[in-house]
Each structure stands twice: as C-alpha cells, then as structure tokens.
C-alpha cells in the first residue's frame, strides 16, 4: 500500500489454525523513474562504472571542455525557441530574453550551468524533465522527450537532429494525459508545452517572485540548455559524446533489456515460486525503466510458515494495469508497446485478486498507492472507499497544510470484509519527501477508524519517509515511532524499532538535473540515502506481527551496505514483510 509505488499482500488465512492470519508485504516500486542513470545501480558490465566516472570527471574536471552555453545552445537556437514561445502565446518572453543575453548565453555549461545549485533548488531543470521526461498518455502509450536521460528511441547523434525532434515535441506533440480509469468526463488533448505548470515562491523559496512570474518559459530555456548540453554540441566536448561515444546508447539500452529478458538471471531457472517472485520484480522494472511506476499494494498466497512468495503474480506491468482487466480492455491497449502480453498478464492477475484505487490517478505527477486483495481471502463486494472521509478528517484536526499539500493518488482507504466476516480497513500512502505529512495523515486515518471503523482491523502500508534522525528538515524515525505509541499504535518493526536499520540505500549520479543531490563513486555507500522509510503500520491492540522480514535483491534477504536499484533487484526500496495475526 504505498504511492510511489508500493507492492502489500494480504493472503489468505491458514486453516485449521486457532490464530488467525494476513500476510503484508509492503514495496515502493517506483525504482529509477524515466532516467535509467539517475541512481547509482549494481552492473555487472565494467563499462557501467567506467561510463560513470567519465561523466563524473567531465563534471570535476571540466577544464577547456568548460565551454560557454552559446557555444552549445547558440544564439540561432534560442531565437528558434523564442519564436516557438511567441507561436504558443507563453508570457514573459521579454523577461526571458534579457535573462538569456545577459544571464545564461554568459555561462559556462559546467561551472555556471550543470553545477548551479541554484537552480537545482529552483528545479528549472528538473521540474520540467519531471513533467515530460516520459508521459502516460490514455490508451496506455507513452510520448518521451528527446533527450539523453530517457528511453527515447529517436537519433541523437546531431544537434540539428535533436533539436528539431525536441521541437516538435514541445509545441507540436499533443497527448491525452492519461488520469485513471476512474477519471470522469473527457480528457482534453494538451500540446506538451501545455503540462508545464508554475514554480511556486511558496513552495520553492529559492524562487523569486520575479521568477515565478515567468518560470514557464524560463523553464522551458533550462530545459533545453539542459538537453542540449547532454546531447552535444559542436565542438564535439558534450558530455556523453566525449565520454563514451560508443558506449553509452549500450549501457542504457542494457539496463532496458533487464525488463524484457531475465533469463540471464542467476536466480532466474530456481523454485518457480520464487522465479515467479522474480519475474514480478522484472516487470516492475520494466515500468521504472520505461517509465514513471504505480504504487502497488500485491496480494499474496502463503503456502507455508515460511511465507514464501511462491502465490506473487508475476504481471505487475505498465499503466495497462489500470484499466479494467477485460477482454475488451486489451484490444483497446494493443497499439501500445508490449501492451498485448501485459494486458493478458492482467487478465491473469484480476483472476486471483482484486484492486482498490484512489478516485483520483494523477497520471502527470505518475504516483499512486494501491491495495491487491486475494479474491480467496476478502470480499470485493461492499468494499467503501473513505480516502476522502479520511481527508476531511484530516482538515478538521487542524491539518489543513499537509491537506493543501496533498496529490490525487497519494491515499488509498478502503473498508472490506473477509470471508469468514472479519472487517479491515486497508490504507496505502506515500508520503512527501521529507516525511511531514506521514504524521498527520496517519493520525487522520486512525482517527477515522477510531470514530467510524472501530471493529474493523487497521493495517496501513506506507512510504513515510522517515529518516535515522529527526529535525526541522526531515520527519525522524524515533520521533514517528513515539507518534506511533501516543496513538496506541505500532508497527511491523514492534518497539524495538532501529532507526539505523534502512530499508533504502540509494544516492543520484551525476546524469540527472539536480547536481546539487548528486554522489561520486566513492561517496554511493557513505553518503547514500540510507533511511528506515518503509513501514506496515496497525493498531496495537488488534494485531501482533511476526516474521518481520526486509528484502533488496529478490532472493528474500538484505544485503547491507549495497546500492540499489540492481540489475537483479528494481527499486529503491526494499520489500517490507511482516504476518499479522489475531485470535
């Protein structure tokens, strides 16, 4: 249960048993987003770490490859842009223009542009290869933008080349945001320039007033000296092109080639429970390389005390899995790539389990919870969705920031009942990237529970993004699990809990747009992102958990001190387990 992707299985309960029982597995999917070389991941080719340090030494030790933005990006190819702006009605052009020639034309591409921490905090860069890095569009297609840090399939060997397609893309490539199979009323075609929204003074205090008044087309000129500078110029000293001419195109293409062929494998031809488990795992990195993941909550079989996976489908795909798992679903998909073969998997799929979903998919932002439930297990009639219950809840307990705060598709809430007439009330969240809004919308859920569910058994599944220590920047583990205690609560990892325990170990390359956030080699284990975010939280009063496991390479154990995403292993989370049990 979790949004940007989380995987929670709820198993049938064992029989002939006086306790009974729910397996939970809980997984942030969401892995490398659109960018294969964002995170540092473990190759197995030598030329993965050779390319990186290539482009890590180009960034240290630029020297005369330091050459000025209008030597890459030149005069001609702004006014093309400006020209394209003006076509498209954007404002603040004139501003833009200025900025252009006295600001930006004057720089550096390393020094003064990459390596900028200004604007990596601005997001000028990365909020709008956020937003058209790669788009979901309806139909279950994707639209990806010419660039280097993507799965684009176009030439970039030239700079005209590139330019021209990144043109087209921007002010003539029109897309039908995909927003859900519940999304009501029709979904307007928008030309793709039409995504990008402000960067917002209060929500980014490095931006200037000045700036937000025209961060759309300033966005759009970061955007394209970003690219630019990623792709070449003519000089023939941009990045990849100096670094590894020859390699770089195989090395993404490899990271791809993971999703559609894990026979390589080592552990591919093992136990076909657990091959079945792996090839979940492959199909979800699949999604995270092509494109942005779902949240997933998966449903799971126990067979044994052991709690293997040998019941994972192994047809956690693309967006398809969105749409409504039938016959008619398919021959919708079919012009879609691999949509044919995913779209039978989730036919497949909806056989053994059925899905709750937020109301509301944001298919720009592309990060969503979702809970799995065992068709053998629960009973998908009379299942209520109270995620909004939940929200007003939250407004009344004098959250209203962390409520203005929340995405359509953060929260998933719903009420169901087993088989043998046991109530649950199942919640899937993920919280912001500092962990603040975890607090509140947890207490928003339990007090829902508390006041309108009290029979029902309370099991949250979540990214809260709590990290090894607490403060006024980041929500600290310690300080959630006493939350947790204060509300009679507590959660897979029981009281003992071990804030230096991480269920992520992930730091950014120097091949994505916030340079600001990025790690050299040496630094990837050190300076990792490594944090105890991941949690299955319930009422301590109702549950009792045992068999609390964690797992980052698809063999069901941890490896400490190693970076993923692997080749072998998709996310950037680890998969949280735990068996949860009641008389």
């Known amino acids: 249960m979790f949004l940007d992707g989380v995987t929670h299985a709820l198993g049938p309960l064992r029989d002939g048993q006086e306790r009974k029982e729910v397996h939970v597995v809980s997984w942030n999917v969401a892995a490398v987003n659109n960018n294969p070389f964002e995170y540092w991941i473990t190759h197995h080719d030598p030329a993965y770490n050779e390319l990186m340090d290539g482009v890590q030494d180009f960034l240290d030790h630029p020297g005369e490859r330091d050459v000025g933005v209008h030597e890459v990006f030149t005069d001609k190819m702004f006014n093309q842009l400006l020209c394209d702006m003006i076509d498209a009605n954007i404002s603040g052009l004139k501003e833009v223009a200025r900025l252009w020639r006295d600001d930006f034309s004057q720089r550096k591409i390393v020094s003064g542009f990459l390596k900028d921490a200004e604007i990596g905090k601005k997001r000028l860069a990365s909020m709008p290869d956020r937003i058209t890095n790669t788009i979901n569009t309806v139909g279950g297609g994707t639209q990806r933008r010419p660039t280097v840090i993507n799965f684009y399939g176009g030439e970039l060997s030239t700079m005209s080349s590139w330019w021209s397609q990144w043109r087209a893309f921007i002010f003539q490539c029109e897309v039908q945001v995909f927003k859900g199979k519940n999304h009501k009323g029709p979904i307007r075609p928008q030309v793709v320039y039409e995504l990008f929204d402000p960067i917002l003074q209060s929500k980014y205090p490095a931006v200037t007033q000045e700036e937000e008044a025209i961060s759309i087309p300033l966005q759009i000129l970061c955007l394209a000296i970003f690219d630019a500078v990623l792709v070449r110029h003519p000089l023939a000293v941009h990045m990849m092109l100096s670094v590894a001419p020859e390699t770089w195109q195989q090395i993404r293409e490899s990271i791809a080639q993971v999703a559609s062929d894990p026979s390589g494998w080592a552990f591919a031809s093992e136990s076909s429970e657990l091959t079945q488990y792996v090839m979940t795992r492959r199909c979800c990195w699949r999604k995270s390389a092509g494109r942005r993941t779902f949240s997933w909550t998966l449903t799971v079989t126990p067979t044994s005390s052991s709690c293997r996976w040998d019941d994972v489908p192994h047809f956690i795909v693309h967006d398809v899995a969105l749409s409504a798992p039938d016959a008619q679903s398919c021959s919708r998909q079919q012009e879609a790539p691999g949509a044919v073969n995913e779209c ?141 205690e204060s509300a009679h609560m507590t959660s897979c990892w029981g009281a003992g809990v071990d804030a230096s325990s991480p269920t992520t170990c992930n730091a950014r390359t120097h091949l994505q747009p916030q340079l600001n956030k990025a790690i050299g080699k040496k630094d990837r284990i050190a300076k990792a992102d490594k944090n105890m975010k991941d949690w299955i939280v319930f009422n301590q009063a109702q549950l009792e958990p045992s068999a609390t496991a964690k797992d980052n390479t698809g063999k069901r154990h941890f490896i400490d001190n190693m970076v993923f995403p692997t080749m072998q292993f998709p996310s950037d989370h680890a998969i949280v387990s735990t068996v949860l049990s009641w008389k």
Do not use: W
């Not at 592309?366 to 629960?378: A, I, M, P, Y």
């Not at 009330?425 to 975890?438: E, I």
């Open 344 to 484: 039978e998997l989730l036919t497949a799929l909806s056989k053994k389990y059925f899905k709750l979903s937020p109301g509301g998919i944001d298919g720009k932002r592309d990060q969503n919870s979702l809970v799995l439930c065992s068709r053998s297990t629960f009973v998908k009639e009379g299942v209520l969705d109270i995620t909004e219950e939940v929200l007003v809840t939250l407004g009344q307990l004098g959250n209203g920031k962390t409520k203005r705060s929340y995405v359509h598709g953060d929260l998933i809430a719903c009420t169901l009942q087993d088989k043998e007439g046991v109530m649950f009330l199942l919640a899937s969240f993920h919280g912001d990237t500092n962990g603040f809004s975890t607090k509140p919308i947890i207490e928003a859920i339990h007090k829902t529970a508390e006041t309108s569910y009290p029979n029902h058994k309370l099991i949250i599944g979540l990214d809260a993004n709590t990290y090894k220590v607490h403060s006024d920047q980041h929500q600290g583990v310690d300080d959630f699990q006493d939350f947790l």
